[in-house]
T-cell receptor, first 116, second 110 residues
Framework: GAVVSQHPSRVICKSGTSVKIECRSL??????MFWYRQFPKQSLMLMAT?????????EQGVEKDKFLINHASLTLSTLTVTSAHPEDSSFYIC????????????FGPGTRLLVL | GQNIDQPTEMTATEGAIVQINCTYQ??????LFWYQQHAGEAPTFLSY????GLEEKGRFSSFLSRSKGYSYLLLKELQMKDSASYLC???????????FGTGTKLQVIP
């Protein structure tokens, strides 16, 4: 079964609004979660590493004031897309490391964001 | 930086065997994942190699050579549902960051 969940699975919003996406690890604790973005027919691009209890680490070119990350507990990380614009429309996917023999990274089902 | 090289597309016949190669150049290498991604969906975990050698798991096997920066995914007894993109993804660094290339789009034909 699924080990990482995301909510919502799909969201449509107006330009200028903010959207919050939740990522939860199910039945395990994740001190580190990752947020990716994927545009159609392109590869997954790592946006940031979310660390429980500390600030997220953003990849080069990702605006931290635009994409707010909060990892408030060992099972929940949130990504807020602030003042969303049509170019932010994308598939946002989170992942978490789970120790199962070796530490394996599992992905959530993704959130499809459409900004009108 | 990271450099990951996989064929863009491959076609294989149902019931056959296909090998998808991946070469990578990274710093701070910790291991390598293979994921399967169907169109419009999130990636699903297939395998993780840390040590050199072949890991077999059912119809799928994955091989790693750390010294050569090379891995392959072997799919046996291909089924139509295996048509998907296959992503080679090295893991690096203290935070165990995973980086993806563009993946290999595999089409299985009857």
């Amino acid at each position: 079964g699924a080990v990482v969940s995301q909510h919502p699975s799909r969201v449509i919003c107006k330009s200028g609004t903010s959207v919050k996406i939740e990522c939860r690890s199910l039945d395990f604790q994740a001190t580190t979660m990752f947020w990716y973005r994927q545009f159609p027919k392109q590869s997954l691009m790592l946006m940031a590493t979310s660390n429980e209890g500390s600030k997220a680490t953003y990849e080069q070119g990702v605006e931290k004031d635009k994409f707010l990350i909060n990892h408030a507990s060992l099972t929940l990380s949130t990504l807020t897309v602030t003042s969303a614009h049509p170019e932010d429309s994308s598939f946002y996917i989170c992942s978490a490391n789970r120790l199962a023999g070796v530490e394996t990274q599992y992905f959530g089902p993704g959130t499809r964001l459409l900004v009108l | 930086g990271q450099n990951i090289d996989q064929p863009t597309e491959m076609t294989a016949t149902e019931g056959a065997i296909v090998q998808i190669n991946c070469t990578y150049q990274t710093s701070g290498f910790n291991g390598l994942f293979w994921y399967q991604q169907h169109a419009g969906e999130a990636p699903t975990f297939l395998s993780y190699n840390v040590l050199d050698g072949l890991e077999e798991k059912g119809r799928f096997s994955s091989f790693l050579s750390r010294s050569k920066g090379y891995s392959y995914l072997l799919l046996k007894e291909l089924q139509m549902k295996d048509s998907a993109s296959y992503l080679c993804a090295p893991r690096t660094g203290g935070y165990q960051k995973v980086t993806f290339g563009t993946g290999t789009k595999l089409q299985v034909i009857p």
